[in-house]
């Protein structure tokens, strides 16, 4: 897919950013916080000054490019987020992210959650997405004479992604757990909208004014059981389809959807069953993938959506809130 993106004169550069938290088992086998702190707190940081020295040391000498760590908002969370490169390199890098976050929580006694919801009274954890599309003169998000500065291109970016991201959301966040995440007003981003700098809307628009980089876009609906290279794959086949087949940019949203009166703001899909079916509807996908990988991603998630059926909210969280399950949580 990145050739082929390429071959049409395009470039995309990606970036993730990872949550986890670092638990314990409790009595009753539910995950217990280790590391104290308020929301976002340096308290946090400074209880777990050793771990994050171990951690950061580690992810230097495993080749990782890592930008900004920090505590996030639940309890013993933690945020990392990585340098933009092209698709393969980055999913190269948060997969040894992963493995690196993992071994290093295990060495104090800890454990890592990567959990779309670790427990039900807890926010979960997100693995948003940061893209950038360039071509010979220059990013597309920036620099032109639209809205928001934005390109025609850039324009019809937005609005393509925007349109195909049901079908993305499969791959985004393709645990049935992912959808006890994607609630209104939580900052998860559950509607089928973009904004500039509104962190309700499923497609954010950063301009390069707010941080000092290219203006970009991020995409909400990620979380950490996505397979980087299944996402990164069809995210650039989409975007291929929308620099091809330009739609109009429907209007940015001012603040939350969800409170907004009279919004009629359509939400994205609210289970692995939508999101399945709107992967099942997709052409551009199933084109790009193949009927094979296709068909095999639709039976994969049939298989999970079925195992889950008639399990209780509570067992279908406690049943992958602990990654990866080597030798038990002895």
């Given at each position: 897919?990145?050739?082929?993106?390429?071959?049409?004169?395009?470039?995309?550069?990606?970036?993730?950013?990872?949550e986890?938290?670092?638990?314990?088992?409790?009595?009753d086998g539910?995950?217990?916080?280790?590391?104290?702190?308020?929301?976002?707190?340096?308290?946090?940081?400074i209880?777990?000054?050793?771990?994050?020295?171990?951690?950061?040391?580690?992810?230097?000498?495993a080749?990782?490019?890592?930008?900004?760590?920090h505590?996030?908002?639940?309890?013993?969370q933690?945020?990392?987020?990585?340098?933009?490169?092209?698709?393969?390199?980055?999913?190269?890098?948060?997969?040894?992210?992963?493995?690196v976050?993992?071994?290093?929580?295990?060495?104090?006694?800890?454990?890592?959650?990567?959990?779309?919801k670790?427990r039900?009274?807890?926010?979960g954890?997100?693995?948003?997405?940061?893209?950038?599309?360039?071509?010979?003169?220059?990013?597309?998000?920036?620099?032109?004479?639209?809205?928001?500065?934005?390109?025609p291109?850039?324009?019809?970016?937005?609005?393509?992604?925007?349109?195909?991201?049901?079908?993305?959301m499969?791959?985004?966040?393709?645990?049935?757990?992912?959808y006890?995440?994607?609630?209104?007003?939580?900052?998860s981003?559950?509607?089928?909208?973009?904004?500039?700098?509104?962190?309700?809307?499923?497609?954010?628009?950063?301009?390069?004014?707010?941080?000092?980089c290219d203006?970009?876009?991020?995409?909400?609906?990620?979380?950490p059981?996505?397979?980087?290279?299944?996402?990164?794959?069809?995210?650039?086949?989409?975007?291929?389809?929308?620099?091809e087949r330009p739609?109009?940019?429907?209007p940015?949203?001012?603040g939350?959807?969800?409170?907004?009166?009279?919004?009629s703001?359509r939400?994205?899909?609210s289970?692995?069953?939508?999101?399945?079916?709107a992967?099942?509807?997709?052409?551009?996908?199933?084109?790009?993938?193949?009927?094979?990988?296709?068909?095999?991603?639709?039976?994969?998630?049939?298989?999970?959506?079925?195992?889950?059926?008639?399990?209780?909210?509570?067992?279908?969280?406690s049943g992958?809130?602990?990654?990866p399950?080597v030798?038990?949580?002895?």
């Amino acid at each position: 897919m990145e050739a082929a993106l390429a071959d049409s004169g395009w470039r995309l550069r990606a970036g993730f950013e990872l949550e986890w938290v670092v638990v314990v088992p409790g009595a009753d086998g539910t995950p217990q916080a280790v590391l104290p702190g308020g929301p976002y707190g340096a308290d946090r940081l400074i209880e777990g000054l050793d771990y994050a020295s171990a951690l950061l040391k580690a992810l230097d000498e495993a080749e990782v490019p890592w930008l900004q760590f920090h505590p996030e908002y639940g309890p013993s969370q933690f945020e990392l987020s990585f340098a933009p490169d092209r698709s393969l390199t980055v999913a190269d890098h948060l997969i040894r992210a992963r493995l690196v976050i993992q071994r290093v929580t295990r060495r104090f006694g800890w454990y890592s959650s990567f959990s779309a919801k670790p427990r039900l009274d807890w926010v979960g954890n997100g693995g948003h997405l940061h893209l950038s599309v360039l071509h010979d003169q220059g990013p597309i998000l920036q620099g032109g004479q639209g809205i928001h500065g934005l390109k025609p291109e850039g324009e019809a970016l937005i609005a393509g992604l925007l349109e195909q991201l049901p079908s993305l959301m499969a791959l985004a966040s393709p645990s049935p757990v992912s959808y006890l995440r994607l609630v209104p007003s939580s900052w998860s981003a559950p509607f089928q909208v973009w904004g500039v700098e509104n962190r309700e809307a499923a497609l954010r628009l950063v301009p390069s004014a707010a941080d000092g980089c290219d203006a970009h876009l991020e995409i909400k609906a990620v979380d950490p059981t996505t397979n980087p290279y299944l996402l990164l794959g069809a995210l650039q086949a989409q975007v291929k389809a929308a620099l091809e087949r330009p739609r109009v940019l429907p209007p940015a949203q001012i603040g939350d959807p969800a409170a907004a009166p009279g919004s009629s703001a359509r939400r994205l899909p609210s289970s692995l069953l939508e999101a399945r079916d709107a992967l099942a509807a997709d052409h551009v996908l199933e084109a790009a993938m193949g009927p094979l990988l296709h068909g095999s991603l639709l039976d994969s998630l049939a298989a999970e959506i079925q195992r889950v059926q008639q399990l209780q909210v509570e067992d279908q969280v406690s049943g992958c809130c602990w990654w990866p399950l080597v030798g038990g949580l002895a």
